[in-house]
């Protein structure tokens, strides 16, 4: 079918008029896409039926309008559910996905603090740890300093004569010094440098006096594994020289084997 | 075509669609007269007119989005509105067996009477169309304004169906011929 024979077929005023039947409407739908003079024709029948209803066309009361107005809602708004309850449903989900997630974010929240107090408390354990070993450490550093620091001042008194005692043929290596507080007579010996005594023997302190040996007292060298540095002896007005000797457990009232000796020096 | 045209029926589609209320104004001032008249004719009732009419707008205006120019002219598409929700309303409401029976008499009788004619001389239009024969005043009506089917005309008015669409024809040819 060419466009003259559409456009005179009668079909196209039926279709405007309203009286084509489905399958023709669907029929001129298509015509209508495909030929610009088929829509042309179309457009110009509707202009005449057009004019012709407004040829009829009678005027409504002006209330109509102002009714019209009123009921009109000429907001951006293309539904007639209300404005409210569009915002309620949008308020709602926003609430309820605030919800899930502020939830979610509690739960970690909560499982960071939880490793967070587990972390802290070891750190804690470990820190009250090392602070007790420190503070023993501590104790032990104070007390050798106090140790020291009378062992120092002994050798920093200016009264203090220092004897050293050289090792005997009986015993190399067997030396020791002596601090003698020439103005109170107290005694000190060094004994760190001797050798460990052999078991069931014992260091014996001598002091020489006018020619005399006088036993100032037994050493101990060996304190459950520490060797002891200063020993306090028994105090001597005066003396001509000083010995250790290595005698039986227990001492002896004279020395039997003399392994280190040194004399006074004479000023 | 009572005021000065302002828009193309494009731009005040595209303004109704962007709910203008200028253009519905526009719209209303243009088209409410040839809208209410159709319904006055299907009704023979002024105040069920006028209500009819405000639905009929209402109903323009919050389905204006799907209306669809590729399918035919803005006004072919409100008169549709404004027949089928008279058509509705004469279903819906007691009017029905009623209204519905004066309205088909009065298709029938107006034109054979030939009185309708003179209510439309004060138009100028009108007195043109007093060329056309009223048998296809009449066809034209109840088919344009009346939504009736070929075989609802053939069976009011007594013609066969062939006649119905040739006479169709003859009839739009003609208004064409007087309007343009």
Not at chain 1, 63 to 72: A, D, H
Not at chain 2, 136 to 152: H, K, N, P, V, W
Not at chain 2, 155 to 179: C, E, H, S, Y
Request: proline share 3%.
């Amino acid at each position: 079918m060419n466009v003259e024979d559409i456009i005179s077929s009668g079909l196209l005023e039926l279709y405007v008029a309203g009286l084509a039947s489905e399958a023709e409407k669907q029929q001129v739908n298509t015509w209508r896409k495909q030929y610009p003079e088929v829509e042309i024709e179309l457009q110009a029948i509707e202009i005449a039926l057009e004019k012709y209803a407004f040829a009829h066309a009678v005027a409504p009361a002006a209330s109509v309008k102002e009714k019209l107005i009123e009921k009109i809602n000429f907001q951006p708004v293309d539904t007639t559910t209300p404005v409210f309850d569009i915002n309620e449903n949008k308020r709602k989900k926003t609430s309820t996905v605030f919800w899930k997630w502020g939830f979610a974010a509690s739960v970690i929240l909560f499982l960071g603090s939880l490793l967070l107090n587990l972390k802290f408390y070891n750190h804690s354990k470990k820190a009250e740890a090392d602070l007790k070993s420190t503070k023993q450490k501590l104790e032990s550093v104070v007390a050798q300093t106090k140790v020291l620091k009378e062992d120092i001042a002994v050798i920093q008194n200016k009264y203090t004569m220092a004897v050293s005692l050289s090792a005997q043929p009986t015993m190399p290596g067997a030396t020791a010094k002596i601090y003698w507080i020439t103005n109170t007579g107290e005694v000190m010996v060094d004994a760190s440098n001797l050798p460990d005594a052999p078991a069931g023997k014992q260091y014996q302190f001598w002091a020489i006096v006018d020619g005399k040996p006088v036993s100032g007292g037994l050493l101990i060298t060996n304190n459950k594994g520490m060797k002891i540095r200063m020993q306090k002896m028994k105090s001597f007005g005066s003396a001509d020289a000083f010995a250790i000797s290595l005698e039986n457990e227990g001492g002896n009232p004279t020395p039997t084997k003399v392994v280190s000796m040194g004399a006074v020096s004479k000023i | 075509m009572s005021s000065i045209q302002k828009y193309t029926e494009d731009e005040l589609v595209r303004l109704l669609q962007s709910r203008n209320r200028e253009a519905f104004s526009y719209l209303y001032n243009n088209y409410s007269g040839a809208l209410h008249g159709i319904i006055v004719r299907l009704t023979d009732n002024n105040v069920l007119a006028e209500d009819i009419l405000q639905e009929v707008f209402l109903k323009i205006w919050n389905n204006i989005s799907s209306y669809d120019a590729t399918k035919g002219r803005l006004f072919t598409w409100m008169m549709k509105i404004a027949r089928n929700l008279t058509i509705d309303t004469f279903r819906s409401k007691g009017y029905k067996k009623q209204q519905k029976i004066v309205t088909d008499e009065n298709f029938v009788s107006n034109y054979n009477d030939g009185t309708s004619n003179e209510k439309f001389d004060s138009i100028g239009i009108s007195k043109n169309l007093a060329v056309l024969k009223p048998e296809q005043r009449l066809i034209i009506d109840m088919a344009y304004f009346g939504g009736y089917t070929q075989e609802e005309i053939s069976k009011q008015t007594g013609l066969p169906l062939g006649t119905v669409k040739t006479r169709m024809r003859a009839a739009i040819l003609q208004l064409r011929k007087l309007l343009t």
